[in-house]
């Protein structure tokens, strides 16, 4: 099945807009909808595969996304860590799903909406206005080599443009924003559900001395600002300290960091680079904030001093470090 090539399609125009390019390239296109239980979401991407005349397959992955990033979703948040789910999903199920439909119908090839370049074995950043290679950085290079990414070169304002010339209906569904499998209510609501006997409110800090109480540590994540100011500053989460159930305030200049790290550190071309190196570091899903670092590896982490200060590194969050353009791996901020 050398021109068949198994597609990742959600509702969402960026998947519809990939099978049409990939159809043009003369490739026979299955459409695999990962299911997490969202029928609305199945109902979508069933139109969008009939839109754009292409193979349909259902696959149900709610056990695995269980497993995987529910759970470590709900016990990170619990040791008053902040998780990146996105970026595990990828690795752990989203690519790992499709593999399995491709390798047991034969097919070579996996592809996925996301704006990232590939050239070669290496990954580099997507347009600018819409570059998503931060959610792709703990990939293994396996999962790489087999993959396609058909929007890495266009901006989204052009993939939309591109759907209603294709008169898809979806050109102008708004993005998704939310972890997929929180669909009611935010993720503190979602966590009460999981969690029921969740330690109660505790001391907030600052400068050692308690000034408020908080109503549970899975509600703040470090450098959020907090609720209630401290004379006429702005008041901002430094620590969350679970084994205390305390949280530690800070003003904003306090919240940048020169110096964090990293563990379970991973490279896309499996062999990191020596045992020190020059990067740049993007500590969250945001583009404007990238500064230069020095990488020192440690065992399967590594210890990074930025030269410019970081604002507020979450531990439980996703870090992806870069050779310019070139994604080179990421871990978890430690």
């Known amino acids: 099945m050398n021109d068949w090539i198994v597609l990742g399609l959600s509702d969402g125009v960026d998947s519809a807009v990939c099978a049409a390019l990939l159809k043009r390239q003369g490739l026979r296109v299955l459409g695999v909808f990962l299911d997490t239980g969202n029928p609305e979401a199945l109902d979508g991407a069933m139109r969008n595969a009939r839109e754009a005349g292409i193979d349909f397959e259902r696959v149900d992955i709610e056990a695995c996304l269980e497993k995987e990033i529910?759970?470590?979703f709900l016990q990170e948040y619990l040791r008053g860590r902040t998780p990146m789910p996105c970026t595990l999903c990828n690795h752990r199920v989203k690519l790992p799903g499709l593999l399995?439909?491709?390798?047991?119908?034969?097919?070579?090839?996996?592809?996925?909406?996301?704006?990232?370049?590939?050239?070669?074995?290496d990954l580099y950043m997507g347009h600018e206005s819409c570059d998503?290679?931060?959610?792709?950085?703990?990939?293994?290079?396996?999962?790489?080599?087999r993959l396609i990414l058909p929007l890495g070169a266009y901006p989204k304002a052009q993939v939309r443009q591109m759907a209603r010339e294709l008169g898809l209906s979806c050109a102008d569904k708004p993005d998704s924003r939310e972890n997929c499998f929180i669909r009611e209510g935010d993720y503190?609501?979602?966590i009460e559900k999981r969690a029921p006997a969740l330690p109660g409110g505790g001391d907030v800090l600052y400068q050692g001395k308690v000034i408020g109480r908080h109503e549970g540590l899975y509600r703040w994540t470090v450098g959020q600002r907090w609720k209630d100011d401290i004379g006429p500053r702005r008041a901002y989460v430094k620590r969350i300290d679970a084994a205390s159930n305390t949280i530690?305030?800070?003003?904003?200049e306090e919240l940048f960091t020169t110096e964090l790290r990293l563990e379970r550190l991973s490279f896309l071309c499996g062999?990191?680079?020596?045992?020190?190196?020059?990067?740049l570091i993007r500590a969250r899903h945001t583009r404007w904030e990238q500064p230069a670092c020095r990488v020192t590896l440690t065992g399967d982490g590594a210890v990074v001093h930025t030269l410019t200060p970081l604002r507020a590194p979450a531990p439980?969050?996703?870090?992806?470090?870069?050779?310019?353009?070139?994604l080179l791996g990421g871990g978890t901020i430690a």
């Open 70 to 72: 529910c759970l470590p």
């Open 271 to 279: 062999q990191p680079p020596a045992g020190e190196f020059d990067a």
């Open 188 to 190: 503190a609501s979602w």
């Open 316 to 326: 439980g969050q996703t870090a992806a470090l870069y050779d310019g353009q070139r």
């Open 100 to 121: 399995e439909v491709a390798d047991r119908l034969g097919i070579k090839e996996v592809a996925t909406g996301h704006y990232v370049r590939r050239l070669g074995d």
């Open 132 to 145: 998503q290679s931060y959610m792709l950085c703990l990939l293994s290079p396996s999962q790489v080599k």
């Open 248 to 252: 530690e305030l800070c003003l904003w």
